[in-house]
């Protein structure tokens, strides 16, 4: 089947794509853009993480024609320009970034969170980003970033 | 994956039609279950029949108080719903405690109905499952059983129901509407499920034709007092080890309403009527809550992996009662 | 006593870049997703494999059918034990050539009919894309005739067999007659514990992409040693070391798991030789259990004798830990119980079982994680039954030198770990009943536990090229596997050559540079610093050799240790020259310079190093837990370790470092187990959703903190940092939850069962 969706901001086709190919498939593997991850294809850990008309959600439990006629940003599509986002910004200097596997994702749900919360407590962020997994950093620099980026989000 | 037909009807009579003519065909909501296991090869459909697209995504108010909750609704949505909150706090939390923020994001309220177990030996098709393969055999009896059922089990099948937000409907009365191209019925959730017997392959009341429309909760006063606690693993994102929807009216240190059911100790939801006959009338007491949480837990078939779970529950059942009781203890 | 410094609190003048927590140089192209891991790379052509597993423990293939696989359009080959291309087989181990221990197991794949473990690949299914290799291989029909399996550990335990002692891992030893001692002693504990097999769980599954040009090769994979990936595929394929290019820029995730050549990268290469297409295999999270080996589960004893002040008597620690009949690691389980308590008599065994189960492999901190439990827990038993404070058993008891042999140590701070972290932690509001502090429903507890890691190098060819514009780049083929390797060398090469850190770019990650030390065994950063100091010193000299040419140069006459290097060049007081001045009147565009010992003097040096001394990092862990009363959920509410890890070169990575290896050691001490059935020998958790690590709800407030002390014999005094986090850190939830609730719980994980 021929799906077409758009993606960070632009709008992209693919071709004979097989219903059986999630949306974390066809962005990857069809579409040019790995950022999101795979790292469990079973919704378990959070690396695959897009928003999907402005919610965030696994994208490899999404069935490429669920995707159809909607709009899709990804990590990819965060930043403006060369500007990172505030988000991008803080995980990179708070050292919540390791080796990089599951950041993408972290960076997506850290995101929304702070879109919808504008000072979350550390009780809400450590629930919201439970269903992010990360085996290298132990956490705590990760809610170093969310909470410096919320608090830059708040400033401007 | 199996290789399937994929079809996204605009309405319920088509999505009902696509399915009444294709014995293979299965309905997809959030995906959250349904793809995973498709991927591990345990589900095959010939044909995935998309209802996300449905217009079946509201809760509505109903006259006398009481909720009618779309089947299309996002667990994340029906979780933050200022009613829902409100008037069954018991559901929010339940909903909250499942899975991850963004499978709830995803997950409807239909598909979870209709999640399946856990159950590691149902999950690989190199295993003996009767749930996946009738008559196949069961590796669980013998095998790692910690997270399985103890109350209402078969020589068959020990395998547990996964949800969280089943076990407080199941404590709030609520009704499930299906249609299929033969018309509505109405099923009680407490009889919606089933338990496994011989037939473990069947787990619900539905039809394999039937699409779950909606979910209604009857008005339920008491029920602003009410509580979800879950005992798992990790302090977020795993499944219930046991589970206990409550809620308690107390009136003069009397108990004047209750509700109770379990989740994590059976394959379905566990709605504990002997307990809520015991508390009805009786004094609000520790002993009194001991002796009701004994009560329903008599009949638990248990194996050395999962005995821990008469004992984790009867004082999961005492605390959570206790909590509402006293106001105490939530932190 | 030294002053304490805190991660971020840096230790150097603010013109060095050392000890500064600098932020990573690939944190931009992490957080943007612009970082290509092994998967993400394209080839014209590109075919895609997936594995087939046998579903026995141990037998021989009676039958293949392939053909509803073969059926599936799409599908270019299956290749089975009857059809594949040969490879040669595992080389045989030898520590003179160290890339023999890469092979993961034993095992010719696809070249022989037997099945040695329940997972093992019996075919690869090679298609045109992923869904359609995966779904053929679901449909290739495997008979097999099963042979008797030995697949229990427990069970096996009682027909354990001496492990052998190696020149670098003794498996026993005596100091006296421990037994009579522990016989004779006034106080004693006897306790047996057991830990179960675990798995790494990096992020990123295995994978690579194999591309074979003619007899030349070339693969992308995320690997944590390119110079051993390298060697074994040249020797398995026939072909070369210099036709094999290994390409590893970017690694989600080792801990061990990537140290070693499993089934699927053989398989990739082999698939893409028979197919004659460049071919990718990535594991799916199932693919990376059945494949890729894990930690070795242990039984422990551990028995310690003590007279009425607390002064051991005897030490005993065995052990029975697991090895595969088709390869593995056999672990130094009791390697600490070697080097922590002076103990006047100590008896120390280790033995193995071999099992019919996929190899076990290294996993962070292999041995000395699984052995500090039962050593830690079994100090803080017998301080409860002493009566006497945890920290002050370990303070009477902590050695001069090495306990078992009286070798020095060459640092050694572990009294200052305790006394600084318990004033931080506030050790002091512990009251020493059990049960005794309470939040609601909560039962509180604290506990304590060493961390010990003994510290190494390995030998990295570095070279540094110096560039008339000021660019410097640095180039050994390091892995960057999370740690920052790129990031740490660039401000060891700013600061040695006196240049800024932005004009420093470190290349790694592909087996055409220099070759670097493994990211294994927290010996990377410290072999690849050794080899740029080496570099940045001979490219210091033969700038100041041109310059000392030059009649009217400032630095006529002088030696380079009379000079500074600073602002790109080199001076003595005021005065000096730049390079870029140096170069410009030599007519040179460039400087370049190799570093770095060869494997000969690395070993000599090596083994004369270890005749002598003892080295290694260790720490204090301070643990608070809280216990529901009700329930007995186990939650860590509050943490601090302080540590001696020699030297920090950059603060916040070092953080990183020590913070994750306390939350898999978190991990591991309530809530991972790898769940073999003892009846089939197959993993029934093989997923993230029912192998639980920790997440992040799971995780307090983490403190790191460091005494800064640098080791006087390592490459700038920096000891290795990657695995001396995670060690002692179950023995310190263990401790915290026996002083909540009175239970002393010996099995990990400690789930809430064994609490009820």
Known sequence: MRVTFTVNGREESADNVWEGESLLYVLRERLGLPGSKNACEQGECGSCMVYLDGVPVCACLVAAGQAEGRQVRTVEGLAEGDRLDAVQEAFAECGAVQCGFCTPGLIVQAHDLIARVERPSDAEIREALAGNLCRCTGYEKILDAVRLAARRKAAT | MKPFAYVKPADVAGAVRAVSDEPGAKFLGGGTNLVD????????????????????????????????????????????????????????????????????????????????????????????????????????????????????????????????????????????????????????????????????????????????????????????R???????????????????????????????????????????????????????????????????????????????GNAFKVHLARATIVATLRELNTGKGTA | MTTKYAETEPRQDAVKHVGRPVDRVDGRAKTTGEARYAAEHRYPGMAHAALVHATVARGRIEAVDTEAARAVPGVIEVLTHENA?????????????????????????????????????????????????????????????????????AAEEPNASPQKSSVLQPAGGDKGDAVAALAAAPVSVDLRFTTPPEHHNA?????????????????????????????????????????????????????????????????????????????????????????????????????????????????????????????????????????????ATIHLRQRLVRLDLLANTAMRAPGDSVGSFALESAMDELACELGIDPIELRRRNEPERNPMDGKRFTHRMLREAYEVGAERFGWRERDPRPGSMRDGRWLVGMGVATAYHPSLTMPADVTVRLAADGAVVVRCALQEIGVGAATVQAQITADELGVPLEAVRVEIGDSELPAGPG??????????????????????????????????????????????????GLYHGGRGETYAAILARAGRDHLEAGGGTGMLKFLAKTLNERRRWVKAASGAHFCEVRVDRDTGEVRVSRWLGMFDVGRVINAKTAAGQLRGGIVMGIGMALTEA????????????????????????DIPRIDVHWLDEPDPTMPLGLLGIGEVGITGVAAAVANAVRHATGKRVLDLPITLDKLL
Not at chain 3, 128 to 148: D, G, K, M, N, Q
């Open chain 2, 37 to 224: 296991l498709m991927r591990e090869g345990v589900e095959r459909p010939d044909t995935v029949v998309d209802v996300t697209g449905l217009p079946l995504d509201t809760v509505d108010q109903l006259p006398g108080g009481g909720l009618r909750i779309g089947a299309m609704v996002r667990n994340s949505s029906l979780a933050a719903d200022e009613r829902v909150r409100a008037r069954y706090p018991m559901l929010s939390q339940a909903i909250l405690a499942g899975a991850s923020a963004q499978l709830r994001n995803m997950a409807t309220v239909g598909g979870n109905l209709l999640q399946r177990t856990r159950c590691p030996y149902f999950y690989d098709p190199a295993a003996a499952c009767n749930k996946r393969e009738p008559g196949g055999g069961c590796d669980a009896l013998g095998g790692f059983n910690r997270s399985h059922a103890v109350l209402g089990v078969s020589g068959s099948c020990i395998a547990a129901h996964p949800s969280d937000m089943c076990v407080a409907l199941a404590a709030l009365d609520a009704v499930i509407e299906v249609e299929s191209v033969r018309g509505t019925r109405r099923i009680p959730m407490t009889g919606f499920h089933r338990l496994p017997g011989d037939t473990p392959e069947i787990e619900t009341e539905l039809a394999p034709d039937e699409l779950v429309t909606a979910v209604e909760l009857p008005p339920a006063p008491f029920a602003a």
């Open chain 2, 226 to 304: 009410s509580r979800y606690r879950k005992v798992r693993d990790r302090a977020s994102y795993a499944f219930a080890l046991v589970s206990v929807a409550a809620a308690l009216e107390v009136r003069d240190g009397a108990v004047t309403a209750a509700r109770l059911a379990l989740g994590g100790l059976a394959a379905k939801p566990w709605r504990a009527h002997e307990a809520e006959r015991i508390l009805l009338g009786g004094p609000a007491s520790e002993e009194s809550f001991a002796r009701a949480a004994e009560a329903e837990l008599a009949g638990a078939d248990v194996r050395p």
């Open chain 3, 85 to 153: 291309p040969a490879m040669k087989p595992a080389p045989k181990t030898s520590l003179m050539n160290l890339s023999s221990l890469a092979s993961g197991t034993t095992v010719s794949y696809l070249a022989t009919d037997e099945v040695h473990w329940n997972g093992q690949p019996v075919a690869v299914v090679v298609a045109e894309t992923p869904e359609t290799a995966r779904h053929a291989a679901s449909l290739v029909r495997v008979a097999y005739r099963e042979l008797p399996a030995v697949v229990d550990f």
């Open chain 3, 203 to 343: 992020m990123e599954p295995h994978a690579t992409i194999a591309v074979w040009d003619g007899d030349r090769l070339t693969v992308h994979e995320g690997t944590q040693n390119i110079a051993w990936l390298r060697a074994h595929l040249a020797q398995r394929f026939g072909i070369p070391e210099r036709a094999v290019r290994v390409l590893s820029p970017y690694v989600g995730g080792g801990f061990g798991g990537k140290g070693f050549v499993w089934a699927g990268t053989l398989l990739a290469v082999l698939a893409a030789r028979a197919t004659a297409r460049p071919v990718r295999l990535a594991l799916t999270r199932e693919g990376v259990y059945r494949t890729v080996g894990g930690r070795t589960p242990t039984v422990q004893r551990v028995a310690l004798g003590a007279d009425g002040d607390g002064d051991l008597t005897a030490l005993i620690h065995t052990s029975v830990a697991m090895t595969a009949r088709i390869g593995g690691m056999p672990e130094g389980v009791v390697s600490s119980s070697r080097h922590l308590y002076d103990a």
């Open chain 3, 519 to 568: 990211a294994g065994g927290s010996a990377q950063t410290a072999g690849a610093a050794a080899g740029v100091l080496d570099a940045c010193r001979k490219l210091k000299e033969s700038a100041l050799a041109l310059a000392r040419r030059a009649p009217d140069s400032p630095l006529r006459g002088r030696r380079l240790d009379d000079l500074e290097a600073r602002d790109g």
């Open chain 3, 674 to 697: 790898t769940q073999v059935d003892p009846r089939t020998g197959r993993i029934m958790n093989p997923s993230l959703s029912e192998y639980h690590v920790p997440v992040h709800a």
